[in-house]
Nanobody, 124 residues
Framework: QVQLVESGGGLVQAGGSLRLSCVVS???????????MAWFRQAPGKEREFVAG????????DYDDSVKGRFTISRDNVKNTVALQMNSLKPEDTAVYYC??????????????WGQGTRVTVSS
């Protein structure tokens, strides 16, 4: 059973930064290395949306237009972690952020494995 656990959320003022992390456990020693990984978010009253994704070898990355130039996704295949560095945060970035992993059709999904989410609140 693959488990994804996010951390790093919190309250930050607009213009500030946060770094989210997701640790993947379970499966086989090859599981994480075979997975594409992504971050999604769901704001209150809205559907969950794609934020950023990264292929298993970090060769390809994809970002939603709303976060390009501000967010950076990265992964460490030794530590089985994927991170989302979020800079220049805006109030509209407020959401619960979810880590996802699997073998999607493309980096935007669909994914089979999800974390429980970590809340990010950006105050104006």
């Amino acid at each position: 059973q693959v488990q994804l656990v996010e951390s790093g959320g919190g309250l930050v003022q607009a213009g500030g930064s946060l770094r989210l992390s997701c640790v993947v456990s379970g499966g086989t020693v090859w599981t994480f290395n075979a997975y594409s990984m992504a971050w999604f978010r769901q704001a209150p009253g809205k559907e969950r949306e794609f934020v950023a994704g990264i292929t298993r070898g970090s060769i390809e990355k994809d970002y939603d237009d709303s976060v390009k130039g501000r967010f950076t996704i990265s992964r460490d295949n030794v530590k089985n972690t994927v991170a989302l560095q979020m800079n220049s945060l805006k109030p509209e970035d407020t959401a619960v952020y979810y880590c996802a992993g699997g073998r999607p059709t493309n980096l935007r999904g669909p994914y089979d494995n999800w974390g429980q989410g970590t809340r990010v609140t950006v105050s104006s």
